[in-house]
């Protein structure tokens, strides 16, 4: 689960998108439980609260992405001046 964690978000939000990964996990699995022995109310405010806590994993990771593609793009852009350099050189 680190190497999710790691590979998906960035440094500063690896505990918060631990904290809702297991937040995530516990009560899917406490909602099926419930589900399963017929205690559709409850089972319905743990399937909310997983939402919940997927929607900060998405928004998370959503940032994660931004920030990769800013150095990507940085990356590009700084072997496009190099190649420049070395054409005008």
């Not at 960035?10 to 699995?29: N, S």
């Not at 998370?60 to 050189?89: P, S, T």
Request: charged share 35%.
């Amino acid at each position: 689960m680190s190497d999710y964690i790691q590979d998906n978000f960035l440094p500063e939000d690896h505990e918060q998108a631990r904290e809702q990964l297991d937040c995530y996990m516990r009560c899917t699995k406490i909602a099926i439980q419930n589900k399963l022995t017929g205690n559709d109310q409850k089972s319905d405010d743990y399937f909310e609260n997983a939402k919940r806590s997927y929607d900060a994993l998405a928004e998370l990771r959503v940032k994660h992405d931004k920030a990769w593609f800013i150095i990507k793009q940085n990356e590009a852009d700084m072997k496009m001046a190099e190649m420049l350099v070395k054409a005008y050189d």
